[in-house]
């Protein structure tokens, strides 16, 4: 299976910093990859497919970038809201598989 | 509105059987394929199992291989995962997941666009 690796595991940041997480796939998906945030006691909620393409509704503060086998996760200018886990997926190598998590908590 | 809404969660005993549904309203489930993930308590996400359109192609996990069976039923726009020989470590929030592309108009695999609310189940004695 493809071992999704994120990091950091927690980030502790303020509002209006710019934060980036990192997830690195132990071989090759190409663009497969899906960015899910999730609150305490929620589902996720998916913020990214293909790597970088923003879904329907999903602030612009947020963005996604590949190099190779590493994949970002940016939001540009934290608000209140954005605290909580993501998760990225994989889903170019059968099974899928998450990272375990990065938890973003306010400084 | 596109929503799924899971049901059947609860506590059972070590050995013991459930079975879930997951209600989709607001799509065509048969356009679909559709995957249970769980969530441990405190933990990430694992994927479970999906199944295909066709409800004949089944995937597992190797964790609840030959225990669990998922299946659906389009003309009922449900979703189903029957789950035996439970052990303490399927302790779990189990979600229903929808693949974002209509099957065939993607990737083989998919991102998960729609979740449900999740149920929990329980295996202790």
């Known amino acids: 299976d493809v071992q999704m690796t994120q990091s950091p595991s927690t980030l502790s940041a303020s509002v209006g910093d710019r934060v980036t997480i990192s997830c690195r796939a132990s071989q090759n998906v190409w663009s497969s990859l899906a960015w899910h945030q999730q609150k305490p006691q929620k589902a996720p909620k998916l913020l990214i497919s293909d790597a970088s393409n923003l879904e329907s509704g999903v602030p612009s503060r947020f963005s996604g970038s590949a190099s190779g086998t590493e994949f970002t996760l940016t939001i540009s200018s934290l608000q209140p809201e954005d605290f909580a886990t993501y998760y990225c997926?994989?889903?170019?190598?059968?099974?899928?598989?998450f990272g375990q998590g990065t938890k973003l908590e306010i400084k | 509105e596109v929503q799924l809404l899971e049901s059947g969660g609860g506590l059972v005993q070590p050995g013991g059987s459930l079975r879930l549904s997951c209600a989709a309203s607001g799509f065509s489930l048969g356009d679909y394929s559709m995957t249970w993930v769980r969530q441990a308590p405190g933990k990430g996400l694992e994927w479970v199992s999906t199944?295909?359109?066709?409800?004949?192609?089944?995937h597992y996990g190797d964790s609840v291989k030959g225990r669990f069976t998922i299946s659906r039923d389009n003309s009922k726009n449900t979703l189903y995962l029957e789950m035996n020989s439970l052990r303490a470590d399927d302790t779990a929030v189990y979600y229903c997941a929808k693949s974002l592309r209509r099957y065939g108009s993607g990737p083989h695999d998919d991102a998960f666009d729609i979740w449900g609310q999740g149920t929990m189940v329980t295996v202790s004695s």
């Open positions: 199944i295909l359109p066709n409800a004949v192609t089944t």
């Open positions: 997926q994989q889903y170019g190598t059968f099974p899928v598989t």
